[in-house]
């Protein structure tokens, strides 16, 4: 019995027309009986009555069900295989912002890598307008930033991958090392590096203001590294999402009164939705 006769049999079964199956399933009609009176043959028990109308023996109701299982699986094998296939030979293009820490997203790409060991992954680090642009032109599958502001839903899908809060960092020899928690209102008059790609820059620097926080920014950078090494040398203080903080020798402390936190997201056209890497992806990130 051959995947190609269960085909015949099932398309003459929902049909109940030998010249239907025939043309549903590609083949010449005499083929397509010679193939289904090979396989009666072969179980020794007729599966059609042919009496000038084609009607399905006992035999048959009681075996279709199983032979439509067949069918669904091999049609399953095929989409997992094609997939695979893509897989393997088609990296996924993941875009972050440059904000975006490692401590959270290596575990979720290491999950990842184990799940599809054949898939190529490339990161790629920009703006998030850059991202959202290059994600529309789908030079990027994936993208991972923050939904401030963000409201282009109709275009985009995007879920929730992790919240974090804003710590201040610093040196051990700074005083906040005595600290459980560091009030806004303490930062005042305190040097500060600020980190200029912060897309919570404008929130934090109003909340600073709105408690009448002076801050005395000595570095400007767009550089994460930078920042966090000026950090280590005693130069200043610098607020920092929790899970962006990457330099062991830091210290840091959450921010209180107010706290100040975010949401960052995976983010994908609509029109993706279906593509296996994505798939892929999305099926790594509800474990997590």
């Known amino acids: 019995m051959s995947i190609k006769q269960i085909q015949y049999v099932v398309a003459v079964y929902e049909t109940r027309s030998f010249t239907l199956a025939a043309k549903r399933c590609f083949v010449a009609q005499p083929s397509l009986s010679k193939s289904i009176q090979s396989l009666e043959k072969e179980l020794g028990s007729d599966l059609f009555i042919r009496d000038g109308t084609i009607k399905a023996t006992k035999f048959l109701d009681m075996i279709y069900p199983i032979m439509k299982q067949i069918l669904v699986a091999q049609e399953r094998v095929n989409t997992i295989a094609k997939q695979f296939t893509l897989l393997k030979s088609i990296p996924i ?19 990842l890598r184990q799940q599809y060991p054949y898939l190529e992954i490339e990161l790629y680090f920009d703006t998030k307008n850059n991202l959202i642009k290059r994600c529309e032109m789908l030079e990027l599958d994936i993208i991972v930033i923050d ?31 005595e600290y459980d928690k560091v009030q806004l209102k303490q ?14 820059r404008t929130v934090v ?27 280590e040398q005693g130069i200043g203080i610098a607020i920092v999402p929790e899970f962006s903080i990457v330099n062991p020798k830091l210290q840091s402390r959450k921010l209180t009164q107010p706290s100040i936190k975010r949401d960052v997201y995976v983010v994908y056209l609509n029109s993706q939705k279906n593509n296996p890497k994505i798939q892929a992806f999305e099926k790594i990130v509800n474990a997590f």
């Not at 972050?96 to 790409?109: A, D, E, F, N, S």
Request: glycine share 4%; net charge negative; aromatic share 10%.
């Open 147 to 177: 939904a401030i502001d963000y409201n282009n839903g109709s275009l985009f899908s995007n879920k929730v991958l992790y919240s974090e809060s804003y710590h201040v960092v610093f040196n051990e020899c700074h005083k906040f090392s």
């Open 205 to 231: 620097l109003d909340k600073l203001s709105a408690k009448n926080v002076e801050l005395y920014a000595l570095y400007r950078s767009e550089s994460e590294q930078w920042i966090q090494e000026l950090v």
């Open 93 to 111: 293009a993941i875009g972050l912002m440059q904000t975006i820490g490692p401590k959270k997203m290596m575990p979720i790409l290491e999950a």
């Open 187 to 200: 930062l005042n008059k305190e040097v500060y590096l600020d980190r200029i790609l912060c897309e919570m």
